[in-house]
T-cell receptor, first 114, second 114 residues
Framework: GENVEQHPSTLSVQEGDSAVIKCTYS??????FPWYKQELGKRPQLIID?????GEKKDQRIAVTLNKTAKHFSLHITETQPEDSAVYFCAASPTPGGYNKLIFGAGTRLAVHP | DTEVTQTPKHLVMGMTNKKSLKCEQHMGHRAMYWYKQKAKKPPELMFV???????INESVPSRFSPECPNSSLLNLHLHALQPEDSALYLC?????????????FGEGSRLTVL
């Protein structure tokens, strides 16, 4: 089955710096790669996603890149702010159908210091 | 309404008790999910329902019994649980329109098994 590895497990940056989180996946059938943010005591919420037919996607300060050949994808956050502090999970979905069999990475705890 | 509502928020039960977790969404989503999340770990998929039929059971012990009475409701029946089953149980839903899409998570039910 699918296995997703995520690095680093913790990341500490100064406000205004960039943050990069990297993930690798094992199942070449995976075709959907979302990123979820989970603040302490809150539900996971989607921040950005990318499908296997796209190499890069941007949404304001957040971008995701996908390298299908190498089976890795990355989250880039620019101009970080204290409210970006949270746990970020990458995920991969090998499901061919409409529902999601999301397999999550272990998570990255991002701390943005003012 | 873009919310997934879970009840109860907190539940304490003994190993001989029978209890149920409930989940409701009114977004017209046809896929619904149960995830289990231990502290400082990623969500782990338990069950997926697609169009009210069980599509995925990730080898979950039979002491967890899911039920999907209709397209808006998802239950998780609990019986003879073990202390190691203590966790946050997250319900989620998605549209199921032929390709994977965003999962909308509820706030979770925090379960403690004594």
């Amino acid at each position: 089955g699918e296995n997703v590895e995520q690095h680093p497990s913790t990341l500490s940056v100064q406000e205004g710096d960039s943050a990069v989180i990297k993930c690798t996946y094992s199942d070449s059938a995976s075709n959907y790669f979302p990123w979820y943010k989970q603040e302490l005591g809150k539900r996971p919420q989607l921040i950005i996603d990318i499908r296997s037919n796209v190499g890069e996607k941007k949404d304001q300060r957040i971008a995701v890149t996908l390298n299908k050949t190498a089976k890795h994808f990355s989250l880039h956050i620019t101009e970080t702010q204290p409210e970006d502090s949270a746990v970020y999970f990458c995920a991969a979905s090998p499901t061919p159908g409409g529902y999601n069999k999301l397999i999550f990475g272990a998570g990255t705890r991002l701390a943005v210091h003012p | 309404d873009t919310e997934v509502t879970q009840t109860p928020k907190h539940l304490v039960m003994g190993m001989t008790n029978k209890k149920s977790l409930k989940c409701e969404q009114h977004m017209g989503h046809r896929a619904m999910y149960w995830y289990k999340q231990k502290a400082k770990k990623p969500p782990e998929l338990m069950f997926v329902y697609s169009y009210e039929k069980l599509s995925i059971n990730e080898s979950v012990p039979s002491r967890f019994s899911p039920e999907c009475p209709n397209s808006s409701l998802l239950n998780l029946h609990l019986h003879a649980l073990q202390p190691e089953d203590s966790a946050l149980y997250l319900c989620a839903s998605s549209q199921d329109l032929g390709s994977p899409g965003e999962l909308f998570f509820g706030e979770g039910s925090r379960l403690t098994v004594l």
